[in-house]
């Protein structure tokens, strides 16, 4: 495996994750408080959508760095 796959497979798990943690987000502020009521791994909502906010933007960050890493064609190294 090269480089390049491996950046690949982990360009499309971020774009996966960040489809589902952008669906998790609640536009009345709900959020993850919202699915089964309170989420039991947090003391309260507001905790809940802190992390769910601090997660989705990792994965955006990650998500737009390989796509401008991939498209740029950076990885092409002479000799493959």
């Known amino acids: 495996m090269t480089i390049d796959i491996v950046l690949q497979i982990i360009w499309a798990?971020?774009?996966l994750g960040l489809i589902v943690l952008?669906?998790?987000h609640s536009?009345?502020?709900d959020?993850?408080?919202?699915i089964g009521g309170q989420a039991q791994l947090f003391t309260?909502?507001?905790s809940a959508e802190t992390a769910l906010n601090?997660?989705?933007?990792i994965l955006?960050?990650?998500f737009i760095g390989l796509t401008v890493v991939l498209s740029a064609g950076w990885l092409n190294l002479p000799g493959q």
């Open 54 to 57: 601090r997660v989705t933007w």
């Open 27 to 29: 536009p009345k502020g």
């Open 22 to 24: 952008v669906l998790l």
């Open 60 to 62: 955006a960050i990650i």
């Open 31 to 34: 959020g993850i408080g919202g």
């Open 13 to 15: 798990i971020s774009a």
């Open 44 to 46: 309260s909502t507001k």
